[in-house]
């Protein structure tokens, strides 16, 4: 199923954006493509509208209506230019692995931008794992991205319009934003490199210990994974010690409470804690949001118990998306020494 996108992936809000309003849009957002799949029943295109609904969140960066409407909307495009890749080397495991590699490419050099340029990259890559691994792009799934990218643009514009004020944009201008990333594109090529490597080694090991949706792993790996060491320290910690707290909240809920009504009101719970928790410390937002995709895949599966299997498989995967980044930190390390001409060996 589709999975979070953390605090590390949201761009700055604006000062007049109060914590209970990004809660309430976020939980509302958030929340829709799971309310339509209950009442229409299980559908396939359920895993590219909450991927496309908590993206879109995230790229709700305030300014002109139209304004939002290009940055929500570019996230959309992102998600399906990675699910048509993804879907278009599905049956083929070296193409995959080449499409991984480039996914990670794409990520390293846009992690030298914005967080916006970050947040793009980073499910331009889930957008590949999904459509390789998971759920072949069709048809209707396009019209849901671009369905779920206005139904979030409504909810940013027209919170706005209630509230009798339209927040700033808290985005530097477009140009401004290439041109820095352009100014730093010639130091991140061996971080490049070394990403280029995390993203398919990250699947392969997932693979071959036959963990459930080795896609989790993949999506570890680049929220943790940083050019800079300390940056991904801390990153690393939270989202492991996040997701085992997650992990333990949805278990407990899920073994207690296994009604549907229930289990949509931990959904909602868990979605308006999501911006609280995360103001309080890095692992609380991590394992609100955890929390909130264990209980959605309990409460969207057609028998009981179907999250409680995937618990395990949630934080090994993590835990092999963390240890390939470290893996990848190393890497792009040794490549920086070989580069200024110094031994590669650890002082």
């Given at each position: 199923?589709?999975?979070?996108?953390?605090?590390?992936?949201?761009?700055?809000?604006?000062?007049?954006?109060?914590?209970?309003?990004?809660?309430?849009?976020?939980?509302?957002?958030?929340?829709?493509?799971?309310?339509?799949?209950?009442?229409?029943?299980?559908?396939?295109?359920l895993v590219y509208a909450l991927i496309t609904s908590i993206a879109a969140y995230s790229m709700d960066n305030g300014g002109r209506p139209m304004v939002r409407l290009l940055w929500i909307g570019s996230?959309?495009?992102?998600?399906?230019?990675?699910?048509?890749?993804?879907?278009?080397?599905?049956?083929?495991?070296?193409?995959?692995?080449?499409?991984?590699?480039?996914?990670?490419?794409?990520?390293?050099?846009?992690?030298?931008?914005?967080?916006?340029?970050?947040?793009?990259?980073?499910?331009?890559?889930?957008?590949?794992?999904?459509?390789?691994?998971?759920?072949?792009?069709?048809?209707?799934?396009?019209?849901?991205?671009?369905?779920?990218?206005?139904?979030?643009?409504?909810?940013?514009?027209?919170?706005?319009?209630?509230?009798?004020?339209?927040?700033?944009?808290?985005?530097?201008?477009?140009?401004?934003?290439?041109?820095?990333?352009?100014?730093?594109?010639?130091?991140?090529?061996?971080?490049?490199?070394?990403?280029?490597?995390?993203?398919?080694?990250?699947?392969?090991?997932?693979?071959?210990?036959?963990?459930?949706?080795?896609?989790?792993?993949?999506?570890?790996?680049?929220?943790?994974?940083?050019?800079?060491?300390?940056?991904?320290?801390?990153?690393?910690?939270?989202?492991?010690?996040g997701t085992v707290l997650g992990v333990a909240i949805a278990a407990i809920y899920a073994t207690l409470l296994p009604y549907h009504q229930a289990l949509m009101i931990g959904l909602v719970l868990a979605a308006l804690a999501r911006w609280p928790a995360q103001q309080r410390h890095g692992v609380l937002?991590?394992?609100?949001?955890?929390?909130?995709?264990?209980?959605?895949?309990?409460?969207?599966?057609?028998?009981?118990?179907?999250?409680?299997?995937?618990?395990?498989?949630?934080?090994?995967?993590?835990?092999?998306?963390?240890?390939?980044?470290?893996?990848?930190?190393?890497?792009?390390?040794?490549?920086?020494?070989?580069?200024?001409?110094?031994?590669?060996?650890?002082?």
């Amino acid at each position: 199923m589709a999975d979070d996108a953390p605090a590390e992936t949201s761009v700055a809000k604006p000062a007049t954006d109060s914590l209970a309003a990004r809660s309430i849009r976020f939980a509302v957002t958030v929340t829709a493509p799971i309310a339509l799949n209950l009442f229409l029943g299980p559908q396939p295109w359920l895993v590219y509208a909450l991927i496309t609904s908590i993206a879109a969140y995230s790229m709700d960066n305030g300014g002109r209506p139209m304004v939002r409407l290009l940055w929500i909307g570019s996230i959309g495009v992102a998600i399906l230019l990675g699910a048509g890749l993804g879907s278009l080397v599905t049956d083929n495991r070296a193409l995959t692995i080449l499409a991984f590699a480039f996914g990670g490419v794409v990520y390293a050099l846009s992690e030298s931008g914005h967080q916006a340029t970050i947040t793009l990259a980073r499910f331009f890559c889930f957008g590949i794992a999904v459509g390789a691994l998971y759920a072949k792009l069709a048809p209707l799934d396009v019209v849901v991205v671009l369905g779920f990218v206005g139904f979030a643009w409504l909810v940013s514009v027209g919170w706005d319009l209630a509230a009798g004020m339209m927040r700033p944009a808290s985005l530097p201008g477009l140009a401004d934003i290439v041109v820095a990333m352009h100014a730093r594109l010639i130091h991140r090529w061996t971080f490049a490199i070394a990403v280029a490597c995390a993203v398919p080694v990250t699947f392969l090991i997932s693979a071959a210990f036959g963990e459930q949706k080795p896609y989790w792993a993949m999506l570890a790996l680049v929220l943790v994974l940083r050019a800079d060491f300390n940056s991904s320290r801390k990153l690393m910690v939270e989202r492991f010690v996040g997701t085992v707290l997650g992990v333990a909240i949805a278990a407990i809920y899920a073994t207690l409470l296994p009604y549907h009504q229930a289990l949509m009101i931990g959904l909602v719970l868990a979605a308006l804690a999501r911006w609280p928790a995360q103001q309080r410390h890095g692992v609380l937002g991590v394992g609100a949001i955890t929390a909130f995709v264990m209980l959605m895949i309990e409460l969207v599966a057609s028998s009981r118990g179907q999250a409680v299997m995937l618990f395990e498989a949630r934080i090994i995967n993590t835990a092999i998306g963390i240890g390939v980044a470290l893996l990848a930190l190393a890497l792009d390390r040794a490549l920086h020494r070989l580069r200024s001409g110094r031994p590669a060996a650890v002082d």
